[in-house]
């Protein structure tokens, strides 16, 4: 039984393991390139050999490797050719090629006992050259054919894409352009010419010259690989693989340096516990987030010597889907981090400092406000303290307002702006002439209608002098607590005769502290009237000149209206 052709079989499972490390393992980049110059080695060593050979079987042994690199050598050709174009040799075309030239293979390793490749093996000496001549064996149709097809391919693919294709180099692509026609004739005219003499491994040679100096222009191009240059050169990033289960894969310098315990792990291990900071960085999927395969999750790392990094997480995957483990990038961000906390405290000290000057601004302003309202009083005989105490009286009413929560217009802000506009609802009597503004007694009904435009006349003063500020919500109030605090729940108010809701709420406040004042307080036209008085008035007033929804929370107020009055009109 013939044993030889068993040996056939380890050949057949190295080209398939090839294959296979050729498809998911090696750089997209330089592979092509990488197998195209060791076939034309191949090649060009297998005719050597025959050249340089004395005997029968050393020349038959050089002229097959040199067939054999040859198939493999324009096969890869086509490929970087396809490569140059920025172009894809679809997988059942590449698949067709492959088996095409293992068929050939084949054939040409069993020639010896076949002769369907070489037939009629002669060796002859021309020119001092030791010269294989045989006869054509039909299987050497099938080689020359699928040489035509891979030229024809390789000269329409190039000649297609400076046509059509914009981003790739059309200078690039006329030097291909002219090597592939001159490979094509560099076969065709010996063969046509009938001459003995190969000259296929100059031209490889050449055609190798020049695609050395196409692959290195494609890697200008190529922006995986530019990015690759730029990213071995930056400073302040390290990296550190894991595989699935969390065992090392393997780290760069960078990454020793801010995990000083790396340098005593072990490859293919998983992280001992005593590496506290690195064991949190992995342990990430259970304490944080679950990790996603398409995830890359930034968190802060601290090491001893206070610097802060950022690590973030990629998955690895070699042209299959599912994820075979994950690269830590570890980036320094102390320089930032530190820059941002100056930032903040920048920002801090600013704001304080606006704050200080807005409260500063905002005190002169109320001052002024306060004078204003006293300037008015120092003029009106009848109303000596008025200013100061209505301004009580309507801090303690908000006091009492403000624990109750069915008013939700009753916010912190609200009290604070009613409280700090008090003291303007009667600017308005700056426009009354003294000769009625001081009357020692009862006004006439005219003079009473003139005292009356003080309320109109208020909102035009009030609204000048908060023309300026920048709280728009406090204007509006002010200005509405000088124009309305006078009108009545019933409309029988002045100046506009609103009633109920129609009155601002901030008004309704104001006239509760308003009158109690008038009430409890000495006039030159009147006596005033015992605590039990005013708030039997407000009281049967409730619905009719005042607020009954609020009013009973006003009644609430006796206690700390009675105990101010009594040191306020004292004073007085």
């Avoid at 025959?50 to 079987?57: D, F, G, L, Q």
């Avoid at 046509?163 to 063969?191: A, D, H, R």
């Avoid at 315990?261 to 259970?286: C, F, H, P």
């Amino acid at each position: 039984m013939d044993l030889k052709f068993l040996y056939l079989l380890p050949v057949f499972i190295a080209c398939i393991e090839f294959i296979i490390y050729y498809e998911f393992t090696l750089n997209k980049t330089n592979k092509n390139f990488i197998v195209l110059y060791i076939t034309t080695l191949a090649s060009n060593f297998g005719y050597a050999q025959s050249i340089y050979s004395n005997t029968m079987e050393a020349a038959f042994s050089g002229i097959l490797i040199s067939y054999i690199g040859s198939i493999f050598t324009v096969l890869f050709v086509l490929i970087v050719v396809f490569q140059l174009c920025n172009r894809t040799l679809h997988l059942p075309y590449r698949i067709f090629l492959v088996l095409y030239a293992f068929v050939i293979i084949l054939f040409i390793g069993t020639t010896k006992d076949t002769n369907l490749f070489f037939a009629n093996l002669r060796l002859n000496h021309k020119y001092g050259l030791t010269i294989l001549d045989f006869d054509n064996g039909p299987v050497m149709y099938a080689y020359i054919i699928y040489l035509i097809i891979i030229t024809f391919s390789s000269i329409i693919v190039v000649l297609n894409t400076i046509f059509l294709k914009k981003k790739v180099s059309k200078f690039s692509l006329c030097i291909l352009l002219c090597l592939l026609i001159m490979g094509t004739l560099s076969y065709l005219i010996p063969l046509a010419l009938k001459l003995k003499i190969n000259l296929i491994s100059f031209t490889y040679v050449i055609m190798e010259t020049v695609f050395l100096f196409l692959a290195v222009r494609s890697n200008m191009y190529d922006l995986s690989s530019n990015l690759m240059s730029v990213f071995k050169k930056r400073e302040g990033y390290g990296y550190i693989a894991f595989d699935k289960k969390k065992r090392l894969l393997g780290c760069d310098k960078f990454a020793t340096q801010i995990f000083p315990e790396l340098k005593d792990e072990i490859i293919d291990t998983q992280i001992s516990k005593n590496a506290v900071e690195l064991r949190r960085m992995i342990d990430y999927e259970e304490n944080d987030a679950k990790w996603i395969d398409i995830l890359e999750i930034d968190f802060p790392i601290k090491t001893k010597d206070e610097r802060t990094f950022i690590c973030n997480i990629h998955p690895i995957n070699y042209r299959i889907k599912h994820v075979i483990g994950y690269l830590f990038e570890l980036r320094d961000d102390t320089k930032q981090q530190n820059y941002i906390k100056g930032i903040n405290l920048y920002n801090q000290a600013l704001s304080k400092a606006v704050e200080d000057k807005t409260r500063k601004i905002t005190d002169i302003q109320d001052s002024i406000i306060k004078g204003m309202a006293m300037m008015v009083e120092s003029r009106d005989n009848s109303t000596g303290g008025h200013i100061a105490r209505t301004s009580d009286c309507v801090r303690i009413f908000m006091e009492k307002l403000r624990q109750h929560k069915e008013f939700p217009w009753c916010t912190q802000k609200f009290c604070e702006d009613i409280i700090k506009a008090a003291p303007m609802h009667d600017l308005g009597k700056i426009a009354v002439d003294d000769a009625i503004l001081r009357k020692p007694g009862k006004f006439t009904p005219e003079e009473y209608e003139v005292m009356k435009t003080h309320a109109q006349k208020g909102t035009i003063i009030v609204g000048e002098v908060l023309k300026e500020s920048e709280d728009k919500d406090f204007r509006k109030l002010a200005i509405n607590l000088a124009h309305y605090h006078h009108e009545k729940w019933n409309g029988e108010g002045y100046p506009e005769h609103l009633k109920a809701e129609e009155i601002p709420v901030e008004a309704r406040i104001m006239a509760f502290a308003d009158v109690y004042d008038a009430i409890v307080s000495k006039r030159c036209y009147k006596e005033a009237k015992t605590f039990d008085e005013a708030f039997e008035i407000i009281r049967a007033d409730l619905g009719n000149h005042f607020d009954p929804e609020i009013g009973p929370i006003f009644l609430e107020c006796r206690p700390e209206l009675e105990a101010y009055y009594t040191n306020a009109l004292k004073e007085d």
